[in-house]
């Protein structure tokens, strides 16, 4: 099983500011995800972070609001742009292979609060 | 679309009772299941998986899962509950993408 470390662990924004959320892995990895897990609910995903190319988002999730970056196999961050409370959630990094087979690992979230 | 349900948001059981939590599939194709567990300010952590073959599948901490074709289902499941088992448990599947959908969630509560 992969080893992955999420910075910041939590976070207490103010409303308008944006925050990058970083995803290590500690072996090279296939896929990696993002996922989001608002207060007292499932997860649902973001979009699938692409080494060398754009992220692929999930309907409802754009680019402009949730700009990801994944420059090698073992790394990838996810901005929250322009903030608003609706944003509150707990932030999951998740990685994978490619298979159906496999299942896939978690870090171990980002807490954010938007004042 | 492939998609799962977690019939129950909140199962209580006593330490030591057996404990079952709930969960359907909907699929075409082969079904491809899994189990993840979450315990408070932690991330997920994968409990086990069907892919093929026995349709009862053993996985960590005592826990397993049974996989029925013609209920679609695939609850899981622990013979004798310890109170340390409290936490919210997923249940997801893949679907034709190879994306993972979660179910909404099972809180669990195990009381001495």
């Known amino acids: 099983s992969a080893v992955i470390s999420q910075k910041p662990s939590r976070d207490i924004c ?8 970083q995803c290590q892995v500690d072996s090279q990895v296939t896929m990696m995800f993002w996922y989001r897990q608002q207060p007292g609910q499932s997860l649902t995903l ?3 972070a692409n080494q060398g190319s754009e992220a692929t988002y999930e309907s409802g999730f754009v680019i402009d609001k949730f700009p990801i970056s994944r420059p090698n196999l073992t790394f990838s961050t996810l901005t929250v742009s322009n903030m608003s409370p609706e ?14 087979y496999n299942e896939q690992f978690f870090g171990p979230g980002t807490r954010l609060t938007v004042l | 679309a492939q998609s799962v349900a977690q019939p129950e948001d909140q199962v209580n059981v006593a330490e030591g009772n057996p404990l ?23 991330g997920l ?26 209920q679609t289902s ?27 959908r979660f179910g909404a969630g099972t809180r669990l509560t195990v009381k001495p």
């Open chain 2, 45 to 70: 952590q994968f409990l086990l998986k069907y892919i093929t073959g026995d349709n009862l599948v053993k996985g960590s901490y005592g826990f397993e899962a049974e996989f029925n074709k013609s």
């Open chain 2, 20 to 42: 079952t939590v709930k969960c359907t599939y909907s699929v075409s194709g082969n079904p491809y299941l899994f189990w993840y567990v979450q315990y408070p300010n932690r």
């Open chain 1, 46 to 48: 973001i979009a699938t």
């Open chain 1, 87 to 100: 944003d509150s959630s707990i932030y999951l990094c998740s990685v994978g292979v490619t298979s159906s």
């Open chain 1, 14 to 21: 103010q409303r308008g500011t944006s925050l990058t959320i």
């Open chain 2, 74 to 100: 695939f609850h899981l499941k622990k013979p004798s509950a310890l109170v340390s088992d409290s936490a919210l448990y997923f249940c997801a599947v893949r679907d034709s993408r190879g994306d993972m």
